[in-house]
């Protein structure tokens, strides 16, 4: 697949060294695209030197991206620097981060009410600011395309006490279809996906034993969703919009475990 150099991709919460983000971007990178990255600390810069080692052309921004002004502020900065966006990819949120005081999890007699929107704030909101922000540049791309960085808990399947979570990325699903339905005529296509038990650095013994007992009998790796990220930013993804790829070794299809 050959990519135009001057072509843009800009990926949301890229931070960690092992992460999904950052193997998109990479992954982009790789195909010739000029990369923008971001993360909520200034470990993203760490992340822009690892990408020039690779002879990609890297931009970084440290912001929290469910604050309005600071969403503005990247859009900006980034629009300054490489003056067009063919490719976002909303990879920020997770199921839970230090800095957020209240309960997100667990069960909902627990819950606050500024747990609950933190959660929605960190992966719906994220979402929507930085494609709303980014999304006049999008529209002049000859190939624009979104692609939201999910989960299969929510949409597909869930686990006990993640109501919150669950919730927050079931939200996605309907964000994907909505924007993909209102810019098909342009055309933008809208994607997500939708990954299981990823191989991460911040894994619970427990989250890596629930991987060893997929189907595959492994956790998937960054690298293997980075690869279906690009492939619907890729020109033979043109005809696919509104539609969520599950990216989990079959875990969604068993109902058995451990036999």
């Known amino acids: 697949m050959t990519i135009q150099s001057t072509r843009t991709a800009f990926i949301s919460g890229a931070g960690s060294p092992t992460g999904i983000g950052f193997a998109a971007a990479k992954a982009f990178g790789a195909l010739g695209y000029k ?27 440290v912001a929290d991206l469910s604050v309005p002004q600071e969403v503005q502020g990247v859009v900006r900065d980034f629009l300054d620097k490489f003056s067009t966006l063919d490719v976002l990819v909303n990879n920020a949120g997770m199921a839970c981060v230090s800095n957020y005081s209240e309960a997100e999890d667990g069960a909902i007699e627990d819950y606050t009410l500024d747990g609950w929107h933190s959660a ?10 930085l494609t709303q922000g980014f ?15 999910s989960s ?37 296509t809208v994607n997500a996906v939708a990954p299981g038990w990823i191989s991460s650095t911040t894994q619970s ?10 189907p595959m009998g492994r956790r998937g790796t960054p690298e293997e969703v980075a690869s279906a990220i690009t492939w619907l930013a890729s020109p033979q993804a043109s005809y696919i919009t509104g539609q969520t790829i599950v990216i989990d070794g079959g875990n969604s299809l068993a109902e058995e475990r451990g036999v």
């Open 35 to 61: 990369i923008g990255i971001t993360s909520t600390t200034d470990r993203i810069f760490d992340r822009v030197r690892d990408l020039e080692a690779l002879n990609i052309e890297a931009y970084g921004i």
């Open 135 to 149: 999304l006049p540049a999008i529209k002049l791309s000859s190939a624009g395309r979104v692609v939201i960085v």
């Open 205 to 214: 013994a427990h989250e890596i034993k629930q991987g060893e007992a997929t």
């Open 152 to 188: 299969s808990t929510g949409p597909i399947l869930v686990m006990r006490n993640t109501v919150a979570y669950a919730s927050a990325k079931s939200a996605l699903t309907g964000f994907t279809k909505a924007l993909a339905l209102d810019l098909a005529h342009l055309p933008i």
């Open 120 to 129: 929605f704030a960190r992966n719906v909101d994220t979402t929507m600011l």
